[in-house]
């Protein structure tokens, strides 16, 4: 039997949005790539391998867990590089886009040297992050195109052309938005900055991009990156998405430890924590479905003295770690399980250890409905974190 808490990801939900991914890929002519920060899951990696999934990556860490595990050249953007970082970037990058041109000046003759003297012979491309300064996203935490902005350069530093050396542009607005957002923020990037266009060999469009859930217009979005390309024929498009790749892949399977009332409120204690396990609630935050918990339709049916209502508490010290309601149809007790879906995208990267909580196991369930762990965490795992 599964012990709880765990997250269990599924090999045919993530084969069947690979199968998207790749359709629209092919047809649009667009490269998607998959960014770490939403999924680095590198045991499942096999899978996107086999569909020839790169990456992009915004860290040291990232940039090798892609050469080691998705075993090609990476995509690399970073708020700002170091001398520390931008040889290790330079070595495992295909692209490599900078936030500023105050990064590219101060690492361009780093960039053309090593171009110069690649023992592999291959060729870094840089680019340059730029803002469009149009907000499709409601919620401010995940918005990079708010006023001030630490992201990208704006139009009025390139109303004169490129700085010289420059390969690409990288814009980044969305956040798992519509086709219909894209439409408006690529307006807004080509009215900006179609002056360039002309001297550049690639766009990133960024990520954000949730092709994969239900009601996409994934047509709109193949029209769009065509008529990019039709516009722009020498122009690569690149674009990279997180959330879309590992959408509706994956659960937390969590347990009910205990049930208290307070002030007429029935609170359900799990063994997990939103504040360290499902983050994003809380950030959001938005509140996840439970699989056993009544929809709002059959809420709504149900005579109000039928239902039971429960808000549920993280098993941590945090006073804000709970979330609610949920109804049910009749009342919990500890041992019931609940299933937290949808939770195999930014998820599993943004996990904590606040309170020395337990971590969740993690499964896969392969194509043939045969369930493996990936990861059983331990004390150490904790201890050697802190040390």
């Given amino acids: 039997m599964l012990n709880t808490p765990c997250y269990v990801v599924y090999e045919n939900r993530l084969r069947a949005n690979l199968d998207i991914i790749a359709d629209v890929s092919r047809r649009s ?222 659960d937390l399977i969590a347990s009910v430890v205990d049930i208290v009332e307070n002030d007429g409120i029935n609170t359900a204690i799990l063994d997990v924590s939103f504040a360290c396990h499902m983050p994003d609630c809380l950030e959001m935050p938005y509140q996840p479905t439970v699989s056993e918990a009544l929809d709002k339709q059959k809420v709504a049916e149900m005579p109000h003295g039928k239902l039971h209502k429960y808000r549920f508490g993280g098993n941590s010290c945090l006073s804000g770690d709970f979330m609610g309601d949920w109804y049910f149809d009749k009342p919990l007790k500890p041992g019931d399980r609940l299933t937290f879906e949808d939770m195999n995208h930014y998820t599993t990267v943004k996990t904590n250890m606040f309170n020395g909580i337990t971590h969740p196991d993690i499964a896969l369930v392969d194509a043939d409905n045969n369930m493996q762990y990936l990861r059983k965490f331990t004390y150490e795992d904790y201890k050697n974190r802190m040390s």
């Fill in 29 to 250: 002519g667009a490269k998607i790539i998959m960014a770490f920060k939403a999924n680095a899951l590198w045991k499942t990696f096999h899978i996107f391998r086999e569909y020839g999934v790169e990456c992009t990556a915004s860290s040291i860490n990232e940039l090798k867990l892609g050469l080691e595990e998705l075993r090609s050249k990476v995509h690399s953007y970073c708020p700002a590089y170091t001398p520390n970082t931008i040889n290790k970037y330079l070595a495992g990058s295909s692209h490599i886009t900078f936030n500023s041109i105050s990064q590219w000046e101060h690492f361009r003759g780093t960039l053309r040297k090593y171009n110069a003297n690649n023992p592999d012979g291959g060729h870094v491309s840089p680019g340059l992050r730029v803002n469009p300064r149009c907000s499709v996203v409601e919620t401010d935490i995940y918005n990079p195109a708010l006023p001030g902005s630490r992201f990208g350069v704006e139009s009025a530093q390139l109303k004169d052309g490129l700085p010289e050396g420059i390969e690409g542009l990288h814009f980044h607005a969305l956040c798992e938005s519509s086709s219909e957002d894209l439409q408006k923020v690529l307006e807004a990037f080509e009215l900006q900055f179609g002056h360039l266009l002309p001297y550049i060999k690639w766009v990133n469009m960024g990520g954000g991009h949730l092709m994969t859930r239900a009601g996409y217009n994934i047509e709109l979005l193949v029209e769009i990156i065509r008529g990019f390309k039709e516009r722009y024929p020498h122009i690569e498009v690149i674009l990279e998405p997180g959330s879309a790749f590992t959408w509706r892949t994956g």
